[in-house]
Nanobody
Framework: QVQLVESGGGLVQTGGSLRLSCAAS????????MAWFRQAPGKEREFVAV???????????YYADSVKGRFTISRDNAKNAVYLQMNSLKPEDTAVYYC?????????????????WGQGTQVTVSS
């Protein structure tokens, strides 16, 4: 069982930056691929970024095209945490951001591949 708690959301102006954090419980954190998804009002939840399990491909990352070059996902297994550094934010990045954990490998851009979810943190980018 893994419990995930996100933090770091808030209100920021266009072009600004935010760093989201996700704290995970459990002793097997490093055996899970970790990802960020987001859901804007009236839209489906969508994939943002994923970082692989450390014991598979050494922590490789994969991003949605809409955030590539602006967002960076990272993890700290010693702290049981995953982060999302968001730079050059745009109004269309406004959404609730969710942390998720998966036992699988690969690009993992589908919601059904994830076993555990956090409660979400709101990010609002003003124009």
């Amino acid at each position: 069982q893994v419990q995930l708690v996100e933090s770091g959301g808030g209100l920021v102006q266009t072009g600004g930056s935010l760093r989201l954090s996700c704290a995970a419980s459990g002793r097997t954190f490093s055996s899970y691929a970790m990802a960020w998804f987001r859901q804007a009002p009236g839209k489906e939840r969508e994939f943002v970024a994923v970082i692989s399990r450390i014991n598979w491909s050494g922590g490789s990352t994969y991003y949605a095209d809409s955030v590539k070059g602006r967002f960076t996902i990272s993890r700290d297994n010693a702290k049981n945490a995953v982060y999302l550094q968001m730079n050059s934010l745009k109004p269309e990045d406004t959404a609730v951001y969710y942390c998720a954990a998966s036992k699988y490998d690969g690009s993992l851009d589908n919601l059904s591949e994830y076993d555990y979810w956090g409660q979400g943190t709101q990010v609002t980018v003003s124009s």
